[in-house]
């Protein structure tokens, strides 16, 4: 694995230029198919597929973050990397995400919302073996399914991966909703109001609309309107509930985090959690500076983040080769 080197120091710049660096993205060699899969009654989500000319090598489902979609940048990027290794990959949208909130039922997505992964991956699932990769909120998602499954998910994915993952939902929520974070606080509860609004129009009567403009906050957010939604109850349940750090112990398939320690929506505190020393499947590179999926490198490649994901790909599907031999 080459060594990290940051582009820049400042977590947040880091942040900010990981978000809107140009990738390459090359639909005419990879083309895109498009999919709705029904994961329960009412319910469809969308992922975006794209093959390589060959047998794929490995299948690799992306799991996107907080108010994101499959046209992520990080996603893309990743994909593209991916491809030219001989993977294919899915790009999956959480429910109601991706221009999707027509099939979402009566529902939108929370943080630890994995059966519609699971449906998705059971139908994806082939000869070859298939990785779960998740950023940010999606890392959650990931760790937590695969947490859920317990050895039963040797059955369907050959590891999983997250990166920038709020592992402890309640810790980042309370660093989120810092002065110091207020950029992002403000457009990632705008969108979400925006979600919720445009939800009440399609299917009216799920929320309170005359409570959404006295929200200040995500953990506000969360609290009048996720957890209830989703009978959590209240915030503070259903963070408890949700978080993949619940899950880390119970995992038993290979597990790589990747994080940053200046990660600015991620205390590293949570990081420090007695899972990494218990468990063997668990595996945390942690770099001294890359912001919140800022992992931009300061020489070519630039895209650091995804040359470790794919090296870590082509580690576990050689060693599921080789116990296949055995």
């Known amino acids: 694995m080459r060594a990290f080197i940051p582009l820049f120091r ?9 978000n ?3 990738r ?10 498009a999919k709705l899969y029904s994961t329960e009654p009412g319910v469809q989500v969308l992922v975006h597929s794209q093959r390589p000319s060959a047998e794929p090598v490995a299948e690799i489902v992306l799991v996107h973050g907080l108010e994101g979609s499959s046209a992520a940048g990080y996603a893309r990027s990743l994909s593209q990397a991916a491809l030219e290794s001989g993977c294919a990959v899915h790009r999956f949208n959480m429910r109601s995400c991706g221009g999707t909130e027509h099939l979402s ?27 779960l990769v998740g950023f940010s909120l999606g890392g959650n998602v990931a760790l937590k399914l695969a947490g859920e499954l317990g050895a039963s998910a040797q059955d369907l994915i050959a590891g999983v991966a997250a990166v920038s993952t709020p592992i402890d939902l309640a810790a980042c929520a309370r660093l989120l909703d810092r002065p110091s974070n207020i950029l992002y606080s403000r457009r990632f509860l705008s ?20 409570d959404l403009d006295g929200v200040t906050t995500i953990y506000e957010f969360d609290d009048r309107f996720t957890a209830p ?16 750090n619940q899950f880390l112990n119970r995992i038993r398939v ?15 505190e949570v990081y ?26 300061k020489t070519k490649p630039r895209f650091w983040l995804d040359q470790v994901l794919i090296e870590w790909v082509e580690e576990m599907r050689n060693k599921v080769a080789e116990t296949s031999v055995l």
């Open 20 to 22: 809107y660096w140009p």
């Open 229 to 244: 939604a989703f009978g959590f109850g209240v915030a503070d349940n259903y963070y408890a509930t949700q978080s993949a």
């Open 105 to 131: 039922g009566r529902t939108l997505y929370h943080s630890g919302q994995t059966g519609d992964l699971l449906s998705v991956i059971r139908e994806i699932r082939s000869r070859s073996p298939l990785f």
């Open 10 to 18: 400042n977590p947040h710049l880091l942040t900010i230029a990981g």
């Open 191 to 210: 969108r979400l109001k925006q979600r919720v609004r445009l939800k009440e129009s399609l299917t009216p009567g799920l929320f309170r609309l005359e």
């Open 272 to 297: 420090r959690h007695p899972a990494f020393a218990e468990n063997r499947y668990l595996r945390l590179v942690a770099v001294e500076h890359g912001g919140h999926l800022g992992f931009l490198h």
């Open 24 to 33: 390459e993205f090359d639909e005419r060699c990879f083309p895109t198919q």
């Open 254 to 268: 290979p597990a790589l985090l990747v994080q940053s320690k200046d990660d600015p929506l991620i205390p590293f």
